[in-house]
């Protein structure tokens, strides 16, 4: 069984795409009902189907998305605490939002990346940066063709100093242009990401792949 991709521990998927090579056919129904019956309450097979040979979940991904999610409320609900990051203080979402979208396009990322990555090239093309909100939730989106270990929850991290007023909008650009960890915010916890969708070439439909 080979996965799109690996998440850190304590971020969540809910649009992991994985493939495996099966030694005879079987109905595909009966082996999601045979798989969700031994795997652990916290995973479940939602779609699964048959894929031309020489399909590879990993391989042949284009992009990833992710989510980020904070809620920016006093009190938050015991039934969101796992999946979302609790930040009381009011934040200021304009100015989040600009400097999300600083992000987007061809940059180096080294101010991003945890100071334990071994990849030398830390550049990356981000297709879409975006901060959303839905009344008190905050939403991160970011897709790319990768990241750097750790470097969705820098950006957050980041992104939250900004809404606190600790790094002004436009401080995102003087952080990509320092190349350096140190300079950029903490590393927001696990538990707010999650990988929302796994997108592929055309000739393959996502859609049956992928629950989001």
């Known amino acids: 069984m080979i996965g799109a991709g690996r998440t850190d521990s304590g971020v969540h998927a809910r649009g992991q795409v994985a493939h495996c090579e099966l030694a005879s056919l079987i109905d595909t129904k009966r082996i999601r009902r045979s798989l969700n019956a031994v795997l ?8 699964l189907r048959k894929i031309h040979p020489g399909f590879h979940a990993r391989k042949h991904a284009l992009r990833k998305r992710y989510e980020y999610r904070i809620y920016n409320g006093p009190v938050i609900s015991p039934f969101l605490a796992d999946y979302v990051l609790h930040v009381p ?10 400097s999300s979208l600083l992000l987007e396009g061809l940059h180096d990322f080294s101010s991003f990346a945890a100071s334990s990555c071994s990849t030398v090239n830390k550049v990356r093309r981000i297709s879409s940066s975006i ?7 905050l939403t991160y989106r970011v897709e790319d063709s990768g990241f750097s270990h750790h470097m ?29 960890r140190s300079k950029a915010g903490p590393t927001a916890p696990p538990q707010g990401l999650c990988l929302v969708r796994v997108c592929y070439p055309s000739n393959v439909n996502h859609n049956s792949l992928a629950s989001y």
């Open 40 to 47: 652990p309450p916290d995973i479940r097979v939602f779609h």
């Open 131 to 137: 901060m959303l909100r839905q009344g008190l939730m």
């Open 152 to 180: 969705v929850r820098n950006i957050v991290g980041t992104l939250i100093q900004v809404g606190l007023g600790k790094i002004g909008a436009n401080g995102i650009s003087a952080l990509l242009a320092a190349r350096n």
């Open 89 to 98: 203080p009011k934040l200021d979402f304009k100015k989040m939002h600009q």
